[in-house]
């Protein structure tokens, strides 16, 4: 993963990749909820809105929900 932050709608893409069938609003959720880790540090939103997550915030999801956490 090139890039240091990734949009949600690449987040989602791998969330899919890995066998979760989540939506892209899902995932948006999700990152408000906290489950990408803390705000400012794995994941922000900018004043337009959009929400940034780390690629490794996204592999700590997946692999917890692989865990089954």
């Known amino acids: 993963m090139g890039s240091e932050w990734l949009t949600v709608q690449q987040a ?3 969330v ?3 066998g979760y ?9 999700r990152i ?3 489950r ?7 994941w922000y939103r ?4 959009y929400r940034y997550v780390t690629p490794a915030a996204v592999e700590e ?4 929900r692989q865990a089954g956490e």
């Open 12 to 14: 989602t893409a791998l």
């Open 36 to 42: 990408f880790g803390e705000q400012g540090k794995d």
């Open 16 to 18: 899919r990749a890995a």
């Open 32 to 34: 408000d909820a906290g």
């Open 61 to 64: 999801f997946i692999r917890r």
């Open 46 to 49: 900018a004043e337009s809105g």
């Open 21 to 29: 069938p989540d939506s892209v609003d899902t995932i948006r959720r």
